[in-house]
């Protein structure tokens, strides 16, 4: 069984496979692709308005689906790929080993926040920024500078135990354990870790940074965790809700997977 | 340079959100990652979802940069001959207008950016897309300190 695990456990040889097989993904255009995606669904999903990346129960098993295509394309370079976790509760600071040049490359420089070491500085000539919001075409960070603290176990713990999985109105404004994770409400997980590594990771465009997978991974591990802590919630809405996912609707940009499809990951690959 | 007109617009949102759990409106840092656990703000005047009052239009200088805003359905307010509907944008890969599912115009040196307001009135943009801002005003000078002197490019989503 395919085995997600921790970014702080990979060996030098996962990294290495890692981090050419996104490369050879941007190369060929792939990786950009995945980009465009998100960046059409941070744009379109609203509150008061069709929404199915974010900001919806959706936000979770939409997510899920992403990874896993964009696993699958890493594998298509190089089978034995596997997305890793960052686990920001742990790795908090800027001298993890997630951050050094064998892997993600550091932090961005001061003043123009430009990422001057690793695979993915502007200088190995490796990672053009093609989809962008703004003019500049270097990978940027800027860790610990929007927020300086990532979220703590006592936090992610707080919200795994919300038993409830969402509410209406099944948007930012909801309670519950998706909208608590997501991190409109609550104290603010997901959106918190984005603001906390800063540059591309702050935007729309936020997977032109590699760690966007990562930290999606925590995220969908979190998922799966709360899963197996409320094995009697499921997912909601289960039908009828406009605007919204429900259990058995398809999501796009797939049209042909449903979150139902989505619950169980051990169909895919389990954590480590 | 057209100047938008100082007419208040009352959105009033095709999907009524009632029965959202609204909270009382708190004193706030400037974004959410701020602020305090379970506390989100709310500019003081605003309403529950369904009934925000629009912010008032504004048009400064800020650290060098020209930014500028006022509500999408301001008629004539708009150059470029860019025309907002007023109708929430699907998702359209690849034509995504400059004010799709936009409640706020806001420009940066004549430049859109694309911004979007939350249910609980509250503001979020493309550059700053994961934290919360009280009023696009204050969302447009974190982009323009975010953006360093880059000027925006037209989104590309697909």
Redesign the interface.
């Known amino acids: 069984m395919a085995v997600r695990k921790n970014q702080a456990d990979l060996t030098a040889t996962e990294k290495r496979n890692f981090v050419d097989a996104v490369l050879e993904l941007k190369r060929s255009g792939r990786y950009d692709?995945f980009i465009?995606?998100h960046?059409?669904?941070?744009?379109?999903d609203?509150?008061?308005?069709?929404r199915?990346g974010h900001?919806s129960p959706s936000f979770l098993p939409w997510h899920r689906r992403f990874l896993l295509q964009f696993e699958q394309a890493l594998q298509s370079v190089t089978p034995s790929v596997m997305l890793p976790y960052w686990d920001w509760t742990a790795d908090r600071t800027p001298r993890s080993s997630l951050w050094a040049d064998d892997f993600l490359g550091g932090d961005g420089r001061s003043g123009?926040?430009r990422v001057t070491s690793g695979p993915f500085a502007f200088g190995s000539g490796k990672w053009p920024m093609n989809?962008?919001?703004?003019?500049?075409t270097f990978l940027r960070r800027s860790l610990g500078t929007?927020?300086r603290e990532l979220p703590t176990r006592a936090?992610v713990d707080r919200v795994l135990a919300m038993s409830v999985y969402d509410a209406?109105?099944w948007?930012?404004?909801s309670?519950g354990f998706r909208n608590n994770i997501e991190?409109?409400?609550?104290?603010?997980l997901?959106?918190?870790v984005?603001?906390?590594v800063g540059g591309q990771m702050?935007?729309?465009a936020?997977p032109n940074d590699p760690v966007f997978w990562l930290h999606h991974c925590f995220i969908d591990k979190l998922w799966a965790d709360w899963q197996g802590m409320h094995p009697k919630s499921g997912y909601l809405p289960t039908g009828d809700t406009?605007?919204v996912v429900d259990l058995h609707d398809t999501m796009?940009?797939w049209n042909d997977v449903t979150p139902a499809d989505m619950l169980d990951h051990t169909k895919f690959y389990t954590y480590g | 340079m057209s100047r938008p007109t100082r007419r208040q617009v009352l959105h009033g949102s095709a999907a009524a959100l009632a029965g959202a759990a609204l909270a009382a409106p708190v004193a706030f840092a400037d974004t959410a990652a701020a602020r305090p656990a379970d506390g989100h703000g709310q500019a003081a005047g605003d309403r529950p979802s369904g009934g925000h009052e629009m912010p008032e239009p504004f048009d400064e200088m800020y650290e060098g940069r020209h930014i500028e805003g006022w509500p999408a359905d301001e008629e004539g307010a708009q150059s470029g001959g860019h025309h907002s509907s007023g109708a929430h944008a699907g998702h359209h890969a690849g034509q995504a207008g400059p004010h799709d599912g936009m409640d706020f115009v806001v420009r940066i040196d004549n430049d859109d950016l694309h911004v979007m307001r939350n249910a609980d009135g509250t503001w979020i943009s493309l550059v700053n897309h994961y934290e919360t801002f009280t009023t696009p005003r204050a969302l447009a000078r974190a982009a323009v300190r975010e953006l360093q002197g880059a000027d925006l490019v037209p989104v590309v989503t697909g």
């Open positions: 692709e465009s995606t960046n059409a669904f941070i744009i379109g609203t509150d008061d308005g069709e199915t900001r123009d926040g989809i962008r919001v703004d003019g500049r929007g927020v936090e209406a109105p948007n930012s404004s309670d991190g409109w409400r609550g104290p603010n997901h959106n918190r984005h603001v906390w702050t935007t729309g936020s406009p605007d796009k940009p």
